[in-house]
């Protein structure tokens, strides 16, 4: 895994070098980044949890943020299925010691694919929560919220107890408890490093994903649908009158409108 993100890494020194080289060639259009510009955006977190900003939050004190900015969607347990699949239910005691969910193996059918059943590393849901939530106010969460929210699903896991305080300095442990941590494999065609055998890049081989062109008893046409539940388009009024200050697309009108 360390020489994929080495070569991540790579390309994002080339890109800013390309981005401030292109800067100097037209230094009427546009400037360069300040430090403090680049510090706002540069909020991701890895798996090895580089990235991870200083803070703790404890699972009593993430049941009060829940409650308030994240129940309306996930329900207050995060059992909800009215707009997202929910985030909990689906792992038992034995997925938190094998590190590997049985529900989701092929000769199980599970009814519903909770959050917590597929997700394998913990610093996808640190980095999603603090990027991301709450629906209507994307990057309003402090460092110390997203500890405490994520203490909270944990706990609602049975990975924490439930006077457990979250924090940068002990996420490492926690993660050797989470139910699926075992569930990811890079032993796929579109992964680094992956054996020949199994089509890996750089390895000669091929993606593991094939697709034909559709060429008789084709659709005449294909409408694509709405991006988001109908619930969830509804749920602070009308993306059409909304503005919102990130992203590419500002709003579009909720169906009928």
Known sequence: ??????????????????????????????RAATPAEIKAWDIDVRPDFLGLPAGSGSVPQGREIFAAKCAACHGAAGESNAMF??????????????????????????????????????????DYIQRAMPWTQPKSLKADEVYAVLAYLLNLTAVVPDDFTLSDSNIAEVQQRLPNRNGMTTNHGLWPGAPASKGGIGNGGRPDVQAGACMRDCAAEVRLGPPAPEAMRKAAGSPAEQNRPFGAVRGTPLLGD
């Open 85 to 126: 699949n929910p985030l909990i239910g689906g792992t038992t005691p034995a997925d938190i010691a094998t590190g590997r969910v049985q529900g989701l193996l092929p000769t199980t059918s599970p009814s519903q694919r909770t959050v917590f059943m597929k997700v394998a590393t913990l610093s996808t849901v640190f």
């Open 1 to 30: 895994m360390s020489s994929y993100f080495d070569a991540v890494l790579a390309c994002a020194v080339l890109g800013a070098s390309a981005v401030a080289g292109a800067a100097d060639d037209f230094p009427r259009i546009g």
